[in-house]
């Protein structure tokens, strides 16, 4: 399957969770991805990943490792500030990564070889102890997005670097450079978003001053066409910010 449209199916399927009540069967999971071929273990890890988004899959016995333990040295981090919604979040998070145990150096490096193989049931205990790694590196970067929506840009990240080849030599250091990739291409995309925006905004109301500039003088009337000239626009546009003004 094409990984833009497998990370698009997720995102959606999450989407859909969330206006349900948090709750989806897993029969809807499954006609999700029909015309996909998803072996049953595959389909065990998307389970967990909505599990990890906070949505129940009914229908579906969770695995014995679908909540994440805390890899050693690894504690989530705590924004300075939190909204009242990621404060739940956090706690909510941290609640079950403290009744889990840290996995070992030995039992990371054995899931990294088996994950090498090929293993899928590797690849998930992989991503389940990586969770809190993905909460930590998304409260480290300060947004207005919330931290639910970072986290899951983080997992979607990790899931796509389990899945390519992990490397010989820092697989962990391949992990956490893939998931601070991922939620700093979200937050670029939100900024680039916000500039786009603010400069909507001070495009108009530039021109809204110079449209009223020129209409200012009652005694003068210039039509639509007129305005375009002058000011070097589309008719659409003055159109459009001569009804902003209320001057048509």
Request: charged fraction near 30%; charge should be negative.
């Amino acid at each position: 399957m094409d990984q833009t449209i497998f990370q698009q199916k997720l995102k959606d399927l999450v989407i859909l969770g969330s206006q349900n009540k948090k709750q989806l069967h897993r029969e809807v999971i499954e006609s999700f991805f029909q015309e996909d071929g998803l072996r049953a273990d595959q389909l065990d890890l998307v389970f967990d990943y909505l599990r990890s988004q906070g949505i129940r899959v009914m229908g579906a016995s969770p695995s014995p490792s679908s909540l994440p333990p805390l890899s050693s040295g690894e504690t989530p981090g705590e924004p300075a500030a939190l909204s009242p919604e990621d404060e739940r979040t956090l706690k909510e998070y941290r609640e079950l990564f403290s009744s889990r145990p840290a996995l070992t150096p030995g039992e990371k490096e054995q899931l990294f070889r088996d994950a090498r193989e090929g293993a899928a049931n590797a690849r998930q205990k992989l991503a389940e102890a990586y969770l809190p790694l993905i909460v930590e590196l998304s409260c480290a970067f300060p947004s207005a997005i919330s931290l639910q929506d970072k986290i899951q840009e983080g997992s979607l990240g990790l899931w796509m670097a389990l899945e390519k080849d992990l490397p010989a030599e820092n697989p962990e250091e391949y992990l956490r450079t893939a998931v601070s990739e991922s939620i700093s291409s979200l937050l670029a995309s939100e900024n680039r978003q916000k500039q786009e925006d603010n400069y909507l905004v001070e495009r108009v109301r530039s021109l809204e001053a110079r449209v009223r500039e020129l209409t200012e003088d009652e005694e003068i009337k210039y039509s639509v066409e007129e305005l375009s000239a002058f000011l070097d626009m589309d008719a659409e546009e003055i159109q459009d910010i001569l009804k902003l003004t209320g001057e048509n």
